[in-house]
């Protein structure tokens, strides 16, 4: 077998490198080649073993960007499955025989969803991530052209990509107005000329401003923006279909509330309070979201069937209004006190080898969304004599499968939050192992 005698060839060269550099004595050579045998199935199980793995994320982060933000529900993990483990008719019409367009598979469900929430006809369409959905509007209908935008929301997301970056690289020009912390709806106006394509707002998703500050409500840029026959655009980038207030996070806005403001197009993520897979999806007038579709980039950026299908189950369950089956909206409406009783039976049963206890803390949403914002919960807290909270947590993020936590005061804290409560017995185990 191939891969056996690479591991071979891989291990026989590290040895000879050794003792070539004179970093193994006699005892130490013998040593290895004893276990040869030993340490080719390592280094074999090491190279077809996966580098993309499953962990457990006992952060409290329920939208954690490095670990892949949103788990997606059964539902969509099953027609993931039926769609990818055969031929599908992601681009064929069943009823005509012709050629489709892929965008119809949740186009339908968009309108479905949004059907009350504007006076004008709806179009939405999908493409790999919300900066390409934002850079892909922009060079649709700006090119060439001014985009108004506060300075206040010329944000930085994640990976150093910055909003002014994306609209250069759009091809629209950028016109800041207002101050970082104060913007006026007349710093708009009085910037307004023949070349002005669109008015822009930035969720600043990922940090607030807060003190002396000033910010034209959503209405007050749209009247401008009809008033001047020029479109409103909003980066919305969290996606939220549910009013966050029913898990108690206010002032963050979604989509259904922008598109009743009557902003002509909105851009937001598929992975962060949607509950779905990455994806930057595009909503707003016919017209304009027409033009964007008819962009060349459009199919550049456009995404493939496991995606439409993961996205497609999702909403089902938004349409379903069975929205306890989507992951990240099931967190986030956790009860603390169920949370406080499933950490007490852990932690009853790892206290004396780890100090365990259980005390009350905060979950945060994260992915770039409600920086404000914070979820009361109950933590499992971790000390030991012999073992430090870094040394622990290392031992934790190396076990199998990882197990993902945070240091705060000399303590591992755990917040099963976002932990899956099937995934409670595995994480007591790894805990008991570790003692």
Not at 138 to 144: C, K, V
Not at 379 to 405: V, Y
Not at 408 to 425: C, I, S
Request: with cysteine; net charge neutral.
């Amino acid at each position: 077998m191939a891969a056996v005698t690479d591991a071979a060839r891989e291990v026989l060269a590290k040895v000879r490198a050794e003792i070539t550099s004179g970093a193994l004595d006699e005892q130490s050579v013998h040593l290895a080649l004893s276990g040869l045998a030993d340490a080719i199935h390592r280094q074999l199980a090491e190279t077809l073993s996966f580098s993309l793995r499953s962990v457990i994320n006992a952060t409290g982060v329920v939208l954690h960007t490095n670990l892949g933000r949103a788990p997606l529900s059964q539902s969509a993990l099953r027609h993931i499955a039926e769609v990818a483990g055969a031929y599908s008719n992601l681009e064929f019409d069943l009823s005509s025989g012709e050629r489709g367009k892929r965008d119809v598979h949740v186009q339908r469900l968009f309108a479905r969803l949004f059907a009350d929430a504007s006076r004008h006809p709806l179009q939405t369409v999908v493409v790999n991530n919300c900066a390409a959905a934002v850079m892909l509007a922009l060079n649709s209908l700006a090119e060439g052209g001014e985009v108004i935008v506060s300075r206040g929301e010329l944000v930085e997301i994640g990976g150093s990509f910055r909003v002014p970056d994306v609209m250069a690289k759009s091809q629209a020009v950028l016109r800041e107005v207002g101050t970082t912390n104060r913007t006026r709806i007349q710093d708009y106006e009085r910037v307004i000329t023949e070349r002005t394509r669109l008015l822009l707002r930035v969720h600043r998703s990922n940090f607030s401003i807060v003190g002396f500050t000033e910010q034209p409500t959503l209405a007050e840029l749209v009247t401008l923006g009809q008033k001047h026959k020029i479109p409103v655009m909003e980066d919305l980038g969290n996606g939220a279909l549910l009013d966050l207030r029913s898990v108690g996070v206010k002032d963050e806005p979604g989509i259904l509330e922008s598109l009743r403001a009557e902003v002509d197009v909105i851009t937001c993520s598929g992975d962060k309070l949607l509950g779905g897979p990455q994806a930057g999806i595009i909503t707003g007038r016919e017209e304009l979201v027409a033009r964007i579709r008819s962009n060349p980039m459009f199919r550049a950026l456009r995404v493939d069937k496991l995606t439409y299908a993961a996205l497609e189950a999702t909403l089902q369950e938004y349409i379903r209004q069975n929205h306890n089956a989507i992951p990240v909206l099931r967190m986030l409406r956790a009860d603390a006190e169920a949370v406080r009783a499933r950490a007490q039976a852990i932690a009853g049963n790892v206290s004396d080898r780890f100090q365990a206890q259980v005390i009350p803390g905060e979950s945060v949403i994260g992915g770039g969304t409600t920086p404000s914002a914070v979820l009361p919960t109950y933590l499992i807290a971790l000390g030991g004599e012999h073992l430090s909270a870094d040394a622990l947590q290392n031992k934790l993020r190396n076990s199998e499968p990882p197990i993902i936590a945070r240091v705060e005061e000399g303590k591992v804290l755990l917040d099963l939050r976002t932990v899956f409560p099937e995934q409670d017995a595995i994480l007591q185990q790894v805990l008991q192992s570790l003692a």
